[in-house]
């Protein structure tokens, strides 16, 4: 159990030391999308009834940089220490796979809350947001952010250089988490575009979070919260049979 | 953790490694007797690396078993892991930590933090001259003193078996000294020591037996006495009392240098007899008033085993 505290302590050290670039630059990042598209829309008619469009924006832009935090996180630590060579530390230990695994997933858990929490308490200083289902809200944050920094972990492992990576991050989850619904509800796209959105995981993690302030969502919370699961335990399988093989890892 | 181990500190049986085409590991079998100093030697490529992180667990073997202190590297690796310590040869090193910080890490990995624990870790940063370097973030060391800090971090879990992975590649020559005489205080207490260096002279210094490594196979595994005893020739020095202008016929092919009153001869194990030469050089009509004799150095065993050999980088 040790071991394992050990590098998940590292692991929050790891970007905690860095915390202007992991933490602070996202929050920013996340507050000028607010900027932007609240200044834009303002006036628009209401998305959910009651709701203005600058606080239905909100809990969306904080589970979407939770997402790509929590795959950042895992990802280039793992891509990091493979290029550099200093993953060879954790691999000479007894650390299990289950171990190595939930560390870095952990650690990345933590970052996304740090930098939800930080989005959250810039926004409420403009826009009152009361919290309707906190147990939703802790538990959309938790499962989509261990699901995503379990996607880093098989991201970081597969990739053999930043380019790699950076691909997977810029073809893959930055797409996923802008068409999820962070700016827009599922209703107001037409028939076809709805049924595409539904195949993608993500929508599911944004819909129940904004569910978790509003009670309100596009799609029933408890699906939502059984397809988010469903997926997290689906990638999380696969990442720790990854480190488990050694693949690329122990040649 | 005691220094011995109970079973032998290494165990190979059967090792096979292939990497696409190339077969690194060709079927070596190896013990490694507890409280051993072991040497492995080879020239670049011929698995040396290899055969090491299997032992480590970094590569998974093919075919065949590993086992460190009678732990099985795959079936009981947190057992083999612990009783294992290895200073990697390329200087790697984390950027976000002091080295205080990099040893409390790795020591933690193990499962060791107590008071105990971080009184070694400030014994391994003094007597690796790196105590006024503890606090200092990793990028800001030079290679020699990130190299220390790799020696620290191999140790900080006070392994049974060492594996010295060419440490003193690229290292000065006072810290080499200092290095070798804290491995030689490991191995005093009881510590098996396993060392791969290009540095044959360090080799033959230290190791009480040797494994010369070719082409993934072990080509010579004895002790070093023995090794040396394989050489095909050794050297014959003769001090002659006025200095010799010629030397007999049947000896001038044996003749190596000629310097004053001082005869060197470079004779053939086996076939060349000391008293021969002697005898020729007394009919001769030379006083011989001093003989010294010279063994072949490691270097030149190692070379007739390894001959040949092209040398293709290491794995």
């Known amino acids: ?251 | 953790m005691k220094a011995a181990c109970s079973a032998p500190a290494i165990e190979v049986v059967g090792l096979h490694k292939h990497f696409a085409r190339v077969h690194a590991v060709r079927g070596i079998d190896l013990e490694v007797r507890s409280g051993e100093f072991f040497g492995l030697l080879g020239p670049n490529g011929a698995g040396k690396s290899t055969l090491i992180n299997i032992l480590a667990g970094l590569t998974r073997p093919d075919e065949g078993r590993a086992a460190i202190c009678g732990h099985d590297v795959i079936a009981n690796y947190r057992e083999a892991r612990r009783a294992l310590g290895v200073v990697p040869q390329e200087i790697v090193f984390d950027p976000f930590f002091s080295v205080r910080e990099v040893l409390a890490i790795q020591a933690g990995y193990f499962g060791l933090g107590g008071r105990d624990n971080k009184a070694w870790r400030e014994e391994l940063l003094h007597t690796l001259m790196l105590a006024d370097k503890g606090d200092a973030n990793m990028r800001a060391l030079s290679g020699g003193m990130k190299r220390r800090v790799l020696i620290a971090q191999a140790l900080v879990h006070r392994p049974q078996v060492v594996i010295l992975d060419e440490p003193t590649a690229g290292v000065d020559v006072e810290l080499r000294a200092s290095l070798w005489l804290f491995v030689r205080r490991l191995h005093k207490e009881g510590h098996t020591i396993v060392l791969t260096t290009h540095y044959l002279e360090e080799a033959e210094a230290l190791c009480e037996r040797i494994a010369i490594m070719r082409d993934g196979q072990i080509a010579a595994l004895d002790t070093k006495e023995a090794l040396l005893s394989r050489a095909v020739s050794k050297t014959l020095r003769v001090t002659t009392a006025e200095p010799a202008a010629s030397v007999p016929p049947r000896l001038e092919s044996k003749l190596r240098k000629r310097a004053g009153n001082i005869l060197e001869f470079s004779l053939r194990a086996g076939t060349d007899s000391i008293p021969e030469v002697l005898e020729s050089l007394r009919v001769a009509g030379h006083v011989v008033t001093d003989i010294a004799t010279e063994q072949a150095s490691l270097e030149e065993v190692f070379l007739a085993l390894t001959q040949g050999r092209t040398a293709t980088g290491s794995r």
């Open chain 1, 1 to 251: 159990m040790k071991g394992f505290n050990t590098l998940f302590y590292k692991e929050l050290l790891r970007f905690y030391k860095v915390a202007f670039q992991t933490i602070f630059a996202p929050v920013v990042t996340a507050l000028l999308y607010l900027l932007v598209f609240a200044s834009t829309f303002k006036g628009r008619a209401d998305i959910l009834p009651g709701i203005p469009y600058v606080a239905f924006l909100i809990p969306g832009l904080m589970m979407m940089s939770m997402i790509q935090n929590a795959f950042a996180n895992t990802s280039s630590s793992l891509i990091q220490s493979k290029i550099t060579g200093n993953l060879i530390f954790i691999l000479l230990s007894p650390l299990s796979a289950a171990e190595f695994f939930l560390a870095f997933v952990g650690a990345s858990i933590v970052r996304a809350f740090c930098v939800a929490v930080g989005v959250y308490g810039a926004a409420v200083l403009f826009v009152p947001l009361p919290i309707e289902h906190p147990v939703f809200l802790v538990l959309f944050g938790l499962l989509g952010s261990a699901a995503l920094g379990a996607l880093g972990v098989i991201a970081g492992i597969w990739a053999e250089r930043f380019d790699q990576l950076a691909g997977f991050q810029n073809f893959v989850v930055i797409p996923l988490s802008f068409l999820s619904g962070v700016f827009y509800s599922l209703r107001d796209l037409p028939p076809f575009w709805q049924t595409v959105s539904r195949l993608n995981p993500l929508l599911y993690m944004i819909d129940g979070f904004r569910y978790g302030f509003f009670g309100t969502s596009d799609v029933s919370p408890i699906l939502s919260l059984a397809l988010v699961a469903a997926f997290c335990v689906a990638v999380s399988v696969l990442a720790m049979a990854l480190v488990g093989r050694g693949y690329r890892l122990r040649n």
